[in-house]
């Protein structure tokens, strides 16, 4: 992912799922987002936009300052998950 971000700036965060290497959808998908406080939110099914075979992300808008986290998990056909990192900085 690019950043830092500013406040208010939205951040497209994508998730990828693949079975041996091969773009598989999950039955379920999962995205869980903590924030700077420590807050996490949790993302299914029609919150989470799906781009294709295998292929997903979420905006979000940002206006806390700091360090944010978050998780895609995909259960059934595709068990996988995947993490990742982001800042938002106040300058």
């Given at each position: 992912?690019?950043?830092?971000?500013?406040?208010?700036?939205?951040?497209?965060?994508?998730?990828?799922?693949t079975v041996?290497?091969?773009?598989?959808?999950?039955?379920?998908?999962?995205?869980?987002?903590?924030?700077?406080?420590?807050?996490?939110?949790?993302?299914t099914?029609g919150?989470?936009?799906?781009?294709?075979?295998?292929?997903?992300?979420?905006?979000?808008?940002?206006?806390?300052?700091?360090?944010?986290?978050?998780?895609?998990q995909?259960?059934?056909?595709?068990q996988?998950?995947?993490?990742?990192?982001?800042?938002?900085?106040?300058?």
């Amino acid at each position: 992912m690019g950043g830092p971000y500013a406040p208010g700036q939205s951040v497209v965060i994508s998730g990828t799922f693949t079975v041996s290497g091969i773009a598989t959808d999950p039955t379920t998908v999962t995205l869980t987002i903590i924030d700077p406080r420590g807050t996490a939110s949790t993302f299914t099914g029609g919150q989470v936009t799906h781009d294709g075979t295998g292929l997903y992300h979420y905006n979000l808008t940002v206006q806390t300052v700091g360090y944010w986290q978050y998780k895609w998990q995909g259960t059934g056909t595709c068990q996988a998950a995947s993490d990742g990192n982001f800042t938002v900085s106040g300058f």
